[in-house]
């Protein structure tokens, strides 16, 4: 039997997992990773990287290159304009419209982006089955996670994206919810829980009753265009400012300047101070290098995090619940590492977060839990998950109705009557739309569509119902008949921010004309992933705050000295076509540093059982 | 006393032809879930009879079990027919749960089921109920008052006292309807009890007055309220 997968398809980092044995796991590359970096990269030949080869290719062919893919779901050109600037790649569409990403001359929607990552997490996992000697490794199915407070528009966009990725998109699932169920299932804990939800782009917080079993989102609230990467954006404009990059035309060294300053952030999570470090910026003989401490970060990234307590105040308010009666606390993706947003959301529910579960791998392995539940059938276990935004219609006058509220359990249903206003009337135009707001033109426009094949008959007397049915992945759809002859209407539903049928039917075949499937490429890749995940331990040793102090007394100079010389002489192969050369020097650093590796571990048991850099410790452990 | 069962909505099961009562959620023949076709109302649905006083903790717990039963998750591999039921069936648990465990949902719900359809509600922002006359007369005297006072600038504290003045009446009102309105429900659950028809109907028939009042008086606070954020936002 083919399997059934549960994926995080995230802003930084997508992951996939699975249930074996009733025992849920991530599964990692070839070369143990468990992460795949969200970035996919096309070059001149048409040829498709995602991962770890496309975060290279960031600082070589930045404007044919994709990151944070996830922000440009489901959205129209008018919601990016603001952060486009700051992106590589060209940015188009007509307003109303699915946005168009240019990398060279192809040009691609988010869905088709999205759609590369989801088939390389496919493969990974293939790859991991027929490893494993599984008689049928084909992958043919997944339940993808979305954050809570994802719109219409964003879930059908990421259910499109599991299409073109060849995968039968079974079921969408929220992702705080997810990792509740994953901490649900390792602690059989029953109660009121939060989940405070921080990723790369988006920011959710859900409120749920655990209780027999049952999952149920009491609320939930949040901010899609809210995460890591608003943080990023800060740090590069303080740093191009600086250096005087133009983002236009300097998209490259934007890039390196971008992957300095989040690794300065990942350091400030540990260490009180630390460098951002720019080496190799066009127009200086010397790297660029500016100090920074924790409390500098914290006061740039303080407007960030109080951003996040209003919708947690809003989500409690909609659960009828206060602060103070929330059990537990869960702290959920890569931006819940920063110690003052552990400390924020600490100081609202009064309790000291759950951080016991890997923040980067608890979504995906809370969707292989809920994979699992759909393919067995077993009982034990079920979400109630609800709709984040409410639904309703424009009526006279761009007035709303609302016809399901928000925080509606799911599958829900709402239902709405329809007359005509002249006399022989045959069609009713009708506009759907989500959100809280009481003018149709400040929410969001999930699509329109043609009431037709009204019986014609004297204005107001047709009586045309109106179904309106959110189903178990929190997407729209419609139905009507006219009450009077019964007769149904054909609707056809004009997405505003989506593709149509046909258009993700075009986009399959096209993604099959380009699919590239080279073994030696994927071979030198994978020698370059585990190069890079030694240089990049080995750059994160050497810039501890107290380096210096730890080499002076534990290693000699011509150790220190050849560390420098063969992290050196790996990185200036990096770009090597011959993977044997990378393997080699690869190997020359893992000798070079195997002291020290030692010394390090010896460094942090010491410490810790001084205590006095215990959190330091668990950080590192993690 | 054989019950008459003829009075009882019978419903094909679309898959072996059984009929099944409404409500009855599983075919009694085959045991696949049934289609909702013509159903009963949220009260059967939950296996409750029409009161209006609930054990939410009871009430929670029937949700949860009739959730385990119907949930689209656990019709994933069954036929279209099935998967199409399961989705209506647990939207309507949802839709029944959400109104049956707020109380004041709940009567508005059973006052339309029992044929009290409040046509007057819908009027119910415009027209003054008859009891509440005398008290939106004075309210509209006070705002007046305090409409005036601003034009003449007076301070902001003063107005803000006036205001929180003019709201009391209005409060102490409403936590009497609230309590009269717990009061007559519970009466209407003893007459439902004793198999008093005409009782419950009696005490329907106030607690629509009164549900009415309380809509209205609700209405009345929120205008108050509304006045002091203007105040509020003339100030800053």
């Not at chain 1, 980092?13 to 599964?27: H, M, R």
């Not at chain 1, 992702?175 to 169920?181: F, R």
């Not at chain 2, 998750?73 to 069954?78: L, T, V």
């Not at chain 2, 809509?215 to 309220?225: D, F, H």
């Amino acid at each position: 039997m083919s399997k059934v997968v549960g994926i995080d398809l995230g802003t930084t980092n997508s992951l996939v997992a699975f249930v074996a044995g009733g025992q849920p796991a991530v599964i990692a590359d070839e070369s143990g990773d468990a992460l795949l970096p969200s970035i996919v990269s096309v070059d001149e030949a048409n040829t498709v990287y995602v991962g770890r080869e496309a975060q290279r290719r960031l600082l070589t062919d930045a404007a044919r290159t994709v990151y944070s893919v996830k922000r440009f779901m489901g959205r129209g050109i008018e919601d990016v304009k603001d952060e486009e600037r700051w992106f590589p790649f060209k940015v188009s569409g007509e307003a109303g419209g699915v946005v168009h990403l240019h990398l060279g001359e192809r040009e691609f929607t988010p869905p088709e982006i999205s759609g590369f990552i989801l088939r390389e997490l496919k493969r990974r996992a293939e790859a991991f089955f027929a490893r494993e000697g599984d008689f049928d490794p084909e992958v043919a199915a997944a339940v993808i996670t979305v954050p809570a407070y994802f719109n219409d528009a964003q879930r059908t966009a990421t259910r499109d994206a599991g299409r073109l990725a060849g995968l039968e998109v079974l079921r969408i699932i929220n992702e705080p919810t997810a990792a509740c169920l994953a901490y649900g299932l390792d602690k059989r804990r029953e109660g009121i829980v939060a989940v405070y939800d921080l990723g790369g782009g988006t920011f959710d917080i859900s409120i749920l009753k655990v209780q027999e079993g049952v999952f149920q989102v009491l609320a939930t609230n949040g901010d899609t265009h809210l995460g890591g990467d608003d943080i990023d954006r800060l740090l590069v404009q303080i740093v191009a400012g600086d250096l005087g990059l133009d983002p236009a035309t300097q998209a490259d060294a934007v890039q390196a300047v971008r992957k300095a300053v989040i690794q300065a952030k990942w350091d400030l999570s540990e260490f009180d101070e630390t460098h951002i470090e720019v080496a190799g910026v066009p127009g200086r003989a010397e790297s660029y290098r500016r100090h920074i401490t924790r409390a500098e970060f914290e006061s740039l990234v303080a407007p960030i995090v109080a951003r996040t307590l209003e919708p947690c105040r809003r989500a409690l308010e909609d659960a009828g619940l206060s602060a103070s009666q929330v059990d537990e606390a869960v702290l959920v993706g890569g931006s819940t590492r920063i110690p003052m947003v552990r400390r924020e959301v600490e100081r609202l529910f009064g309790r000291r977060p759950h951080t016991d579960l890997n923040p980067d791998e608890v979504v995906a392995i809370g969707a292989a839990v809920q994979a699992d539940i759909l393919v067995s059938g077993r009982r034990e276990m079920l979400l109630l998950d609800v709709t984040p935004l409410s639904l309703g219609i424009e009526t006279m006058g761009g007035i709303v109705s609302k016809i399901i509220l928000r925080n509606s359990t799911i599958p829900a249903s709402g239902s709405e009557m329809f007359t005509t206003f002249v006399d022989s009337q045959t069609a009713v135009d009708i506009h759907i739309l989500q959100g809280e707001r009481e003018m149709a033109s400040d929410n969001r426009s999930l699509g329109r569509f043609k009431l037709r094949g009204i019986p014609p008959m004297p204005a107001g007397l047709p009586r045309i119902q109106v179904r309106f049915q959110i189903d178990a992945n929190g997407i729209l759809s419609v139905s009507a008949h006219e009450l009077r002859t019964g007769i149904a209407q054909t609707i056809e539903v004009k997405p505003s921010y989506g593709l149509t049928d046909e258009e993700v039917e075009r986009m399959l075949i096209e993604s099959f004309e380009h699919a590239q499937e080279d073994v030696d490429a994927r071979m030198l890749i994978e020698v370059r992933n585990e190069a890079e995940t030694i240089i990049g331990a080995t750059e994160k040793t050497l810039r501890r705050p107290d380096f210096v102090e730890i080499a002076a007394s534990q290693l000699t100079p011509s150790e220190t000295a050849l560390i420098h010389a063969a992290l050196a002489d790996l990185k200036q192969s990096m770009g090597a076509p011959d993977r044997n050369v990378i393997q080699v020097k690869t190997a020359a650093l893992n000798q070079a540093t195997q002291h020290l590796a030692e010394v390090m571990m010896n460094w942090s048991v010491q410490a810790a059982l001084a205590g006095r850099t215990a959190d330091e410790v668990a950080a590192k452990g993690r | 006393m054989q019950p008459d069962t003829s009075a009882i909505p019978i419903d094909p099961c679309k898959h072996c032809g059984t009929g099944a009562p409404v409500d009855v959620h599983f075919c009694p023949r085959c045991d696949r879930i049934l289609t909702l076709g013509r159903h009963g109302d949220y009260f059967t649905f939950f296996g409750l009879r029409r009161r209006l006083r609930l054990d939410l903790n009871d009430l929670e717990q029937r949700f949860r079990a009739l959730s385990r039963l119907f949930h689209p998750d656990y019709f994933h591999n069954s036929s279209s027919t099935e998967r199409l039921a399961s989705l209506e069936r647990s939207s309507y648990l949802n839709d029944a749960f959400r109104t049956l465990r707020d109380p004041m949902a709940r009567l508005e719900y059973l006052l339309k089921l029992e044929g009290f359809t409040p046509k007057e509600s819908h009027d119910a922002t415009t027209k003054v109920p008859q009891g509440l006359l005398e008290e939106v007369f004075e309210l509209n005297e006070e705002l007046e008052a305090i409409q005036d006072m601003r034009a003449e600038g007076a301070s902001a504290a003063a107005i803000a006292l006036r205001l929180s003045a003019a709201r009391r009446p209005i409060e102490a009102n409403l936590a009497r309807h609230e309590e009269q309105l717990h009061a007559r429900m519970s009466e209407h659950d003893a007459r439902l009890e004793a198999g008093d028809p005409e009782g419950q109907r009696e005490a329907l028939a106030e607690l629509r007055t009164l549900l009415l009042e309380r809509t209205y008086l609700m209405n009345l606070l929120a205008t108050v309220r509304r006045e002091v954020s203007a105040g509020e936002a003339a100030a800053s």
